[in-house]
């Protein structure tokens, strides 16, 4: 099965899709940038399923790396996938977390039966990572995790972030 790679600039929590993912932190109980979004827009459904989740099994909170779903609430999607993206470090390689951000969502939206799924470029806000990297490490990542998502549609919020990852498509 070969996954299409699609890009649109935007918000994510206008996107229509099987599943959104969500640059969120280790607490699942939201946060700014997209995380804040996807709260305010979705819905408290969403936040109450991130409770339940922190209750019953990520009592110390939901590890960078890792990913988990959870209904959309009033979102135009049937699936949120949170991930916990990794701070960036100028003295540390923590690719490898950023790597498994894309990876364990993908693993998750295949679980689900997800056959369209939307990421923001995780880690790029407020954990700081450089767009370029980023947007290299997000585009070598899916073209090369085995999954049966159809469409991976990456949703850069602004224009300079659009174009490095159409840079990076080429
Ligand atoms: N749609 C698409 N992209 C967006 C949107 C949006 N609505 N809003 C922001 N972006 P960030 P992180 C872009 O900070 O770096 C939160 O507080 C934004 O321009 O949302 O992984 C969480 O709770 C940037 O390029 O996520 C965590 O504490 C990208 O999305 C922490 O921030 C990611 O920015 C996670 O930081």
């Known amino acids: 099965m070969t996954t299409t790679l699609t890009l649109v600039q935007g918000d994510i929590t206008r996107q229509r899709a099987?599943?959104?993912v969500n640059a969120a932190n280790s607490s699942l109980l939201g946060g700014g940038g997209v995380d804040g979004a996807i709260h305010r827009r979705g819905g408290p459904a969403i936040l109450a399923e991130c409770r339940a989740l922190r209750a019953s099994c990520y009592s110390s909170g939901l590890p960078t790396g890792q990913a988990v779903a959870t209904t959309a609430g009033e979102l135009d999607a049937l699936w949120v996938?949170?991930?916990v993206g990794p701070v960036h470090s100028t003295t540390e390689d923590r690719?490898?977390?950023l790597v498994s951000c894309y990876r364990e969502s993908l693993r998750?939206?295949?679980?689900?039966?997800?056959?369209t799924v939307a990421f923001p470029a995780i880690s790029t806000g407020v954990y700081r990572w450089p767009m370029e990297d980023a947007a290299r490490i997000a585009v070598e990542t899916v073209r090369t995790t085995e999954t049966a998502v159809e469409e991976v549609r990456f949703v850069l919020f602004d224009e300079q972030a659009y174009a490095v990852f159409t840079g990076q498509l080429r």
């Open 81 to 83: 996938i949170h991930t």
């Open 108 to 115: 998750v939206a295949d679980g689900l039966g997800a056959r």
């Open 95 to 97: 690719s490898g977390l």
């Open 18 to 20: 099987d599943a959104i």
